[in-house]
T-cell receptor, first 111, second 115 residues
Framework: GQNIDQPTEMTATEGAIVQINCTYQ??????LFWYQQHAGEAPTFLSYNVLDGLEEKGRFSSFLSRSKGYSYLLLKELQMKDSASYLC????????????FGAGTQVVVTP | KAGVTQTPRYLIKTRGQQVTLSCSPISGHRSVSWYQQTPGQGLQFLFE???????NKGNFPGRFSGRQFSNSRSEMNVSTLELGDSALYLC??????????????FGPGTRLTVL
């Protein structure tokens, strides 16, 4: 089975940096995804890691350590529009079309 | 390229009824996955279809079923609705759905309310 843990909520001010951690346990790891979901909307793809290390994409970066079962999503230069839920999702080697999601981290950006 | 589309966007049903939801994947995508999202359970995988075949299934009762057509469009059906089936139903498409490739892209979802 799979267990995916991430904090429930984080608050940060506009212009700051926030790091959302995700730990996972899975039998047969085959990639980790981060999605952003605004209230009432569909999750939108942010990043994908399958090898150890940092992937940078504009203001967003994602890091993976497979040996530690750990990932983080780093949001820099926070903007009000970044207020959303951030979902960590893991894909296993035997799972056709299936992602296992964490409960999501609600990020609140304050002025 | 158009994104994943889902119809209807909102639906209200009563207990015991059945419902059919539709999903059209991104053009060229052949894998369609369905998820249920609720405040208590988060996003839970229902099933995945590729080339009109169900390849993977989550832990949901048999009241939840689906199918895929030759043009990759997919439908899911929930029979004998229960109050607990109230949720946002999301479909996601990817090129092949292979475990070692592909990103899933989500549609806007269908908000189902069961009264």
């Amino acid at each position: 089975g799979q267990n995916i843990d991430q904090p429930t909520e984080m608050t940060a001010t506009e212009g700051a940096i926030v790091q959302i951690n995700c730990t996972y346990q899975t039998s047969g790891f085959n990639g980790l995804f981060w999605y952003q979901q605004h209230a009432g909307e569909a999750p939108t793809f942010l990043s994908y890691n399958v090898l150890d290390g940092l992937e940078e994409k504009g203001r967003f970066s994602s890091f993976l350590s497979r040996s530690k079962g750990y990932s983080y999503l780093l949001l820099k230069e926070l903007q009000m529009k970044d207020s959303a839920s951030y979902l960590c999702a893991v894909r296993a080697t035997d799972s056709w079309g299936k992602l296992q999601f964490g409960a999501g981290t609600q990020v609140v950006v304050t002025p | 390229k158009a994104g994943v589309t889902q119809t209807p966007r909102y639906l209200i049903k009563t207990r015991g009824q059945q419902v059919t939801l539709s999903c059209s994947p991104i053009s060229g995508h052949r894998s369609v996955s369905w998820y249920q999202q609720t405040p208590g359970q988060g996003l839970q995988f229902l099933f995945e279809y590729f080339s009109e075949t169900q390849r993977n299934k989550g832990n949901f009762p048999g009241r939840f079923s689906g199918r895929q057509f030759s043009n990759s469009r997919s439908e899911m059906n929930v029979s004998t609705l229960e109050l607990g089936d109230s949720a946002l139903y999301l479909c996601a498409s990817s090129l092949t759905g292979r475990p070692n490739a592909d990103t899933q892209y989500f549609g806007p979802g269908t908000r189902l309310t069961v009264l």
